[in-house]
């Protein structure tokens, strides 16, 4: 079984930037697809970007494309967002997915392991 966990999360003013993290304890990761989602209040969880196992293959959501980046760590068992020119609409509870063998989807429903999330508030 895998257990996530995020950190990194915090305020920050619009257009600055934040790198969150997502640490993986119970086995390795290396074999998974790893994803961001958020939920903002009152919003559905959305999909921000996913990797797949081996770093080669990114996906973003147009919202984020171009601003943020999606890299992981095997060798740590971490998974990393790093978030710039943040604007007040990134504002949202950040969790972190998991998919063993998974091939880079973006459906919520795609992902059996999830954390708990850390929370992103953008200030304007």
């Known amino acids: 079984q895998v257990q996530l966990v995020e950190s990194g999360g915090g305020l920050v003013q619009a257009g600055g930037s934040l790198r969150v993290s997502c640490a993986a304890s119970?086995?390795?990761?290396?074999?998974?697809?790893m994803a961001w989602f958020r939920q903002a209040p009152g919003k559905g969880r959305e999909f921000v970007s996913v990797?797949?196992?081996?770093?080669?293959?990114?996906l973003y959501a147009d919202s984020v494309k171009g601003r943020f980046t999606i890299s992981r760590d095997n060798a740590e068992n971490t998974l990393y967002l790093q978030m710039n020119s943040l604007k007040p609409e990134d504002t949202a509870l950040y969790f972190c997915?998991?998919?063993?063998?998974?091939?880079?989807?973006?459906?919520?429903?795609?992902?059996?392991?999830w954390g708990q999330g850390t929370q992103v508030t953008v200030s304007s």
């Open positions: 997915a998991a998919q063993l063998y998974g091939s880079g989807r973006t459906g919520t429903h795609d992902y059996d392991h």
């Open positions: 990797i797949s196992w081996n770093g080669v293959i990114t």
């Open positions: 119970g086995r390795t990761v290396s074999a998974y697809a």
